[in-house]
């Protein structure tokens, strides 16, 4: 008796995760949440162009992107590495995203840079 109603338990859950899914898929609200510009991040706004500054910025954020995965494998190492690996992977998810954003950022100063040295 007991694990008929554990079934219609489980069914009835099941049924209503599925409902949801289906109303934000036909109100295409997974549409948005993948397309959705990455929020736009202004990490140079009042600070000036500086070729040589912008050429230490890449190194240094390869470096601290470098630094930051190597932390995160020394960490998920040292805790006993397969029951940790949901932290793990949110760590270089969060990391790569980041880089994407600054990788960006800093593409886009380049190109003023180089818009800047063609002559008018």
């Given at each position: ?22 109303i934000g898929w036909y109100i295409g609200a997974w549409d948005k949440a993948e ?86």
């Open positions: 008796m007991k694990a008929r109603g554990f079934i219609i338990t489980m069914a009835t859950v099941l049924a209503i995760l599925f409902a949801i899914a289906f397309s959705a510009p990455v929020q736009e991040t202004q990490l140079y706004r009042g600070v000036p162009l500086n070729e040589h500054l912008l050429k230490l910025d890449k190194q240094a954020l390869d470096q601290g992107y470098h630094d930051y995965v190597v932390k995160l494998w020394m960490v998920w190492l040292s805790s006993g590495a397969p029951k940790e690996a949901e932290q793990m992977r949110s760590g270089l998810q969060r990391a790569r995203a980041s880089y994407a954003i600054a990788a960006a950022q800093i593409e886009l100063r380049e190109k003023q840079l180089e818009q800047q040295r063609q002559p008018k």
